[in-house]
């Protein structure tokens, strides 16, 4: 038997367990860690944007507070569901802004710093022309631009690369299980 919950102070249903059963189960205290969720990230397709996003604001990644207005959170599940729907939404050429954002980062400072950095990975995507750098086609001006560039766009361009080679290799592996 397998059971999962979540600590009292995130959950206003939670009961404690009797001795009986705590007895007869083993307890696994987990914590958020970035890094090792970002490994997992990477292998379940979670969107650039919110990996290059994190590796910049790791902070970010995990918060549950309380004040006046209730609950703050931002938790992995939120950033996990929050590229599914960038992703459907992307694919449907739907604009990603703050109030889709807000949905699943469910921090108010952290949904408007994210859709920034969104606006602007997505500036990024349409200027550097990753598809062309890929296939070794870089002009002189994208090549200074990448050299001038600041780490956090430095880092959103590496997002956009791997992303881009992702797609490449799937669409491969794909092909070739076909074949």
């Known amino acids: 038997v397998i059971t999962a919950g979540n600590p009292?102070?995130?959950n206003n249903s939670v009961r404690e367990f009797d001795i009986a059963p705590w007895d007869r189960l083993k307890r696994i205290d987990v914590d958020p860690d970035f890094q090792i969720w970002k490994e997992y990230a990477i292998g379940a397709d979670v969107h650039?944007?919110?990996?290059?996003?994190?590796?910049?604001?790791?902070?970010h990644f995990y918060r549950v507070q309380t004040n006046i207005?209730?609950?703050?959170?931002?938790?992995?599940?939120?950033?996990?569901d929050l590229?599914?729907?960038?992703?459907?939404?992307?694919?449907?050429?739907?604009h990603v802004d703050k109030l889709l954002i807000s949905q699943y980062v469910q921090d108010a400072k952290i949904a408007v710093d994210f859709a920034q950095y969104y606006d602007l990975f997505?500036?990024?995507?349409?200027?550097?022309?990753?598809?062309?750098?890929?296939?070794?086609?870089?002009s002189d001006e994208i090549r200074q631009r990448a050299l001038k560039a600041k780490?956090?766009?430095?880092?959103?361009?590496?997002g956009l690369m791997l992303d881009a080679l992702r797609a490449k290799v799937q669409s491969t592996m794909d092909e070739n299980e076909v074949v």
């Open 69 to 80: 207005d209730g609950k703050n959170f931002v938790t992995a599940r939120g950033w996990e």
């Open 122 to 138: 997505c500036t990024y995507r349409s200027d550097y022309q990753v598809g062309s750098i890929l296939e070794g086609n870089v």
């Open 83 to 94: 590229s599914r729907m960038i992703r459907l939404y992307e694919l449907s050429k739907i």
């Open 151 to 158: 780490f956090d766009e430095r880092l959103a361009l590496i």
């Open 48 to 59: 650039p944007s919110i990996i290059s996003y994190l590796e910049i604001k790791p902070a």
């Open 8 to 10: 009292p102070e995130y």
